[in-house]
């Protein structure tokens, strides 16, 4: 009635079902400290996002905790999201492919406005695509991280307070 089920989402289910069970596989973790005993059985986990609710938040903590160490360095950033109009949203979900041209917009659209505030220089930009929405409908978008500012050739961050999107 809805379409095909893909097949990545018929197997990530089935490993939610298998998640943190011991019948489906586990490993003995013993104490790495010198003359402790102590053992304990570990499940397996699923490791699938958005389906299991367990591996999804480890998954996103990890995340953040990466972007925070070795990606967005110490300046300040925004949380911009990007979304298509209702009315080509079948062309991504039958065409996941087309997925690529909402990145490319964004990238474009950001560097754009950041430019025409602070020429010769580059903004730093994190995104992640989610395609379901509130009610879990099909509803491509992008989750952005943006820095508050831009890069310069010499690896300078210039910060901005504000960009109006009406100058552009």
Not at 11 to 24: M, P, Q, R, T
Not at 41 to 63: D, Q, T
Not at 112 to 131: A, D, F, I, K, R
Request: charge should be positive.
């Amino acid at each position: 009635h809805f379409g095909y089920l893909r097949p990545e989402v018929k197997s990530a289910f089935e490993k939610y079902l298998e998640c943190g069970i011991y019948d489906f596989g586990c490993a003995l973790y013993q104490c790495p400290k010198p003359g402790c005993d102590c053992k304990k059985l570990v499940a397996f986990s699923c490791k699938k996002r958005l389906v299991c609710p367990s591996c999804s938040a480890k998954r996103a903590v990890l995340f953040a905790e990466h972007l925070n160490e070795a990606v967005l360095g110490d300046v300040p950033v925004r949380h911009v999201i990007f979304s298509i109009p209702k009315r080509i949203r079948a062309y991504f979900k039958y065409n996941r492919s087309n997925s690529s041209l909402l990145f490319k917009s964004a990238w474009h659209t950001v560097k754009s406005m950041y430019q025409e505030v602070l020429p010769e220089t580059v903004p730093g930009m994190v995104s992640v695509l989610q395609t379901a929405g509130a009610s879990l409908g099909f509803n491509p978008h992008l989750h952005n991280l943006l820095t508050a500012g831009s890069y310069d050739k010499s690896g300078n961050f210039h910060q901005l307070d504000y960009i109006n999107p009406k100058q552009i």
